[in-house]
């Protein structure tokens, strides 16, 4: 029996080892878009992009831990009944029962992976992601421009750019037109024929303008007009006025709170109905980090019964049947 077992054992945990890794990758898709962008416009480093990859993967093991463990009850076993193994082993004395005993100890082990994942790296990563995104948010504000366009996300500031040569570290900007509005009754309109753009620190970029010139008609006399030109000059700009650079999915915060804190918001808002409203979506994140890996268990309940039910040469009709299970399963 324990030969057995250890049979079922690796069957079972060779098919979830591979659907896992599967699963984990078609899902890690949907974000490798927006991660080589990052990096292909010269605001992420290859180790910016290490780590983002890095924290993207236990989101996406969240959902993936329930698949491989479907994936491999449903496969691993479906492979035995097609060649008759199963049946030799209920000839040699072994019932349902000793099935779902056997594979419930591949369901428990990912049950306890999914709650390590769940309370412990998943909450780590997105913190960390917020920390890179918000970084890479300001390296990418001078690439974000773009040539052509009257762009009004800067404060107080409305920046028009001919021309846009992204690089390392720095963009080059052609023909540049920067009207700051801070005094809207006297707008001082600044131009140049290019300028060197570099990120200074959180918020902030550092311009410097060649071959240029500052207009700005005086607020008390509409008639005065002044020009200054000059060959080079240091323009301070103010990014972040709005966030639109988001990697991370809209949840993200929620994601990042540890146990404690969701616990502690959640008395916070225990009392009045609109609190309670409040606190819905610190409910809802507790429950998703209990739900998804004790869902591992439901699946093997479900997984089993049909594995032992496939029939000699229906190897097919179970690769179908479990594609069928975990594309329900992500939708619901």
């Known amino acids: 029996m324990r030969i057995l077992s250890r049979y079922i054992l690796r069957e079972v945990l060779s098919y979830a080892i591979l659907g896992g890794v599967m699963f984990t990758f078609i899902l890690f898709t949907a974000?490798?878009?927006?991660?080589?962008?990052?990096?292909?416009?010269?605001?992420?480093?290859?180790?910016?992009?290490?780590?983002?990859?890095?924290?993207?993967?236990?989101?996406?093991?969240?959902?993936?831990i329930p698949m491989a463990v479907l994936v491999g009850i449903l496969l691993g076993l479906s492979r035995l009944a097609a060649d008759s193994e199963i049946t030799a082993m209920?000839?040699?004395?072994?019932?349902?029962?000793?099935?779902?005993?056997?594979?419930?100890?591949?369901?428990?082990?990912?049950?306890?992976?999914?709650?390590?994942?769940?309370?412990y790296l998943e909450p780590h990563a997105a913190a960390s992601l917020l920390k890179l995104e918000d970084?890479?948010?300001?390296?990418?504000a001078s690439f974000e421009v773009e040539p052509r366009v009257f762009d009004e996300d800067f404060k107080n500031t409305v920046l028009y750019v001919q021309d846009v040569l992204p690089g390392t570290g720095?963009?080059?900007w052609r023909h540049v037109f920067i009207a700051d509005l801070t005094e809207p009754a006297s707008p001082r309109i600044t131009t140049a024929e290019q300028a060197i753009v570099t990120t200074e620190g959180p918020g902030d970029l550092h311009l410097l303008l060649k071959d240029g010139g500052q207009h700005q008609i005086?607020?008390?006399?509409?008639?005065?007009?002044?020009?200054?030109?000059?060959?080079?000059?240091?323009?301070?700009?103010?990014?972040?006025?709005?966030?639109?650079?988001?990697?991370s999915r809209s949840n993200t915060r929620y994601e990042a709170l540890p146990l404690s804190e969701l616990r502690r918001q959640i008395a916070l808002?225990?009392?009045?109905?609109?609190?309670?409203?409040?606190?819905?979506?610190?409910?809802?994140?507790?429950?998703?980090?209990?739900?998804?890996?004790?869902?591992?268990?439901?699946?093997?309940?479900?997984?089993?019964?049909?594995?032992?039910?496939?029939?000699?040469?229906?190897?097919?009709?179970?690769?179908?049947?479990?594609i069928l299970l975990v594309f329900t399963y992500y939708l619901i």
């Open 269 to 322: 808002n225990s009392g009045t109905p609109a609190a309670r409203i409040a606190a819905r979506p610190y409910r809802i994140e507790l429950n998703k980090r209990f739900s998804y890996p004790c869902a591992c268990l439901v699946l093997m309940l479900v997984g089993v019964p049909l594995g032992l039910w496939s029939k000699r040469g229906g190897r097919s009709t179970a690769f179908v049947l479990t």
């Open 170 to 172: 720095a963009a080059l």
């Open 218 to 247: 005086s607020e008390t006399d509409p008639n005065q007009y002044n020009i200054e030109t000059f060959a080079s000059a240091d323009v301070p700009m103010q990014a972040g006025a709005q966030d639109d650079t988001h990697i």
């Open 90 to 119: 209920r000839a040699a004395g072994m019932g349902a029962l000793d099935f779902v005993r056997i594979v419930s100890l591949v369901s428990f082990g990912a049950v306890l992976l999914g709650l390590f994942n769940s309370f």
């Open 135 to 140: 970084r890479l948010k300001y390296a990418q």
């Open 31 to 64: 974000r490798l878009g927006s991660i080589l962008e990052t990096f292909v416009r010269g605001s992420a480093s290859l180790t910016d992009v290490s780590l983002l990859i890095a924290y993207f993967l236990p989101d996406a093991l969240v959902v993936t």
